[in-house]
Structure formats: C-alpha cells, structure tokens
C-alpha cells in the first residue's frame, strides 16, 4: 500500500513566522503535489512537483513555495504566514505510467492555524 | 477552472440511494472520484475514462458523458459507512499529470 505521511496533523503559527510543511511518500513516485482544503471550496492545488527539484505552480501559488531535494519528499514552505492562509494542507503523490488512469494517493493532511 | 459539484449537500437514510454530479466546462480524459471521511485522508475510489464507461465500486458506480463533461456518481442502497465528502477530480490533460477538483459533495447517512 502506498503511505504517504505529513509531519503534523495540527500546527499554531503565529503571523510573520515562516512555516515548512513536510510530505514523505514511500513508493517511489515522481509526481508530488500540496493543496489546501477550504469549506465549500474543495482542494485547490498550491504547487506540484514531477521530479526531484522540478516544480510547477499549481492554480493558488501565491504566498507559497515548494522543495524538493529528494525524490520521496515535499515541502511546502510559507516564508511570511498570514492569517487567510489557516487552512487544511493536503500532500499527495502520483506514479507516472503516463496514462489518465494514474491515481493520486493523499496523506493525512495538516491542519495549520495562523494566529 | 473547478468542476461544479451538485448537489452540495445530501441527508439520506439508510438504504436509500443518491446521485453526485460533476460537470466540467471543459474538455475532459478522465474523472477520478475520491471520498474523504471525517478527519482522515481523501480515498481513491474509481477513475471513469473517455467512451462512457461506468465503473463499480461496491454499491457505487459512476458514468461518464463526455459529450456533457459530466460525470456522475451513484450510491445505490446506501450505508452508514458511505458518509463523507465525495470529490471528483477531472483530467484536462490525458496523464492525469494534475486533476482539477470540485468544491465536494458531503453525504450524511443516518439511520
């Protein structure tokens, strides 16, 4: 079974503190990718990763950036943290057979409070 | 742009049945249809194709018309463990190399 696991379930930041989020997955998959999880907005991609230090923005990048220095881990990093950035972060990682049946795989997520 | 989710929230009791809507105002490949419970992750559920082929997952099956860029999502009898908020993702691009998902649909199945 594919794992994929975050950091933290909860962290409390307060504003103006730089923030790193960490994603691990352990079945060899290029394809990595950070959403948030807002009410009545679904997930909404932040960054997506398709190999070790590549990156691509994804639909909300803004206030945020991405790393990856391996190829099993993803890190979100919010270098200011801001209060409308309190929300549920979701990590997921994909394999890349090239078809549309590859499926994503979700880790538990991180619910981030910005005081 | 995120695909509209219909409708946003449903009550059923249990062995009653629900429809979940997708539609997408673009072409699609693919829609991959996920379910998150309560504080856990969101969970794979089945991917229908281009072609209008329906797929079965238990009781859940789905279809897809790519004529209307809809895809739906039916939960037949339903049971207390369906509850949860149902995703659809949808593939614009045919590798699945990013989903574009809906708002969600939460289901609360009582009995």
């Known amino acids: 079974d594919v794992k994929v696991t975050q950091s933290s379930r909860y962290l409390v930041k307060r504003t103006g503190e730089k923030v790193f989020l960490e994603c691990v997955q352990d079945m060899d998959h290029e394809n990595m990718f950070w959403y948030r999880q807002d009410p009545g907005l679904g997930l909404r991609l932040i960054y997506f990763s398709y190999d070790v230090k590549m990156k691509e923005k994804g639909d909300i990048p803004e206030g945020y950036s991405v790393s990856r220095e391996k190829k099993e881990r993803f890190s979100l990093i919010l270098e200011s943290a801001s209060t409308n950035q309190t929300s549920m972060y979701l990590c997921?990682?994909?394999?890349?057979?090239?078809?549309?049946?590859?499926?994503?795989?979700f880790g538990p997520g991180t619910r981030l409070t910005v005081l | 742009q995120q695909p509209v989710q219909s409708p946003q929230a449903v009550i059923l009791r249990e062995g009653e049945d629900a429809v979940i809507n997708c539609s997408s105002s673009k072409a699609l490949y693919s829609v991959h249809w996920y379910r998150q419970k309560h504080g856990e992750a969101p969970v794979f559920l089945m991917i229908l194709l281009k072609g209008g082929e329906q797929k079965g997952h238990e009781k859940i099956s789905a279809s897809f018309n790519e004529k209307k860029q809809q895809s739906s999502l039916y939960l037949t009898a339903s049971q207390l463990s369906y509850s949860g908020t149902y995703f659809c993702?949808?593939?614009?691009?045919?590798?699945?190399?990013?989903?574009?998902f809906g708002t969600g649909t939460r289901l609360q199945v009582t009995l």
């Open positions: 993702g949808t593939d614009l691009t045919g590798t699945a190399s990013k989903l574009t």
């Open positions: 997921a990682s994909k394999g890349t057979s090239g078809r549309s049946t590859d499926t994503q795989y």
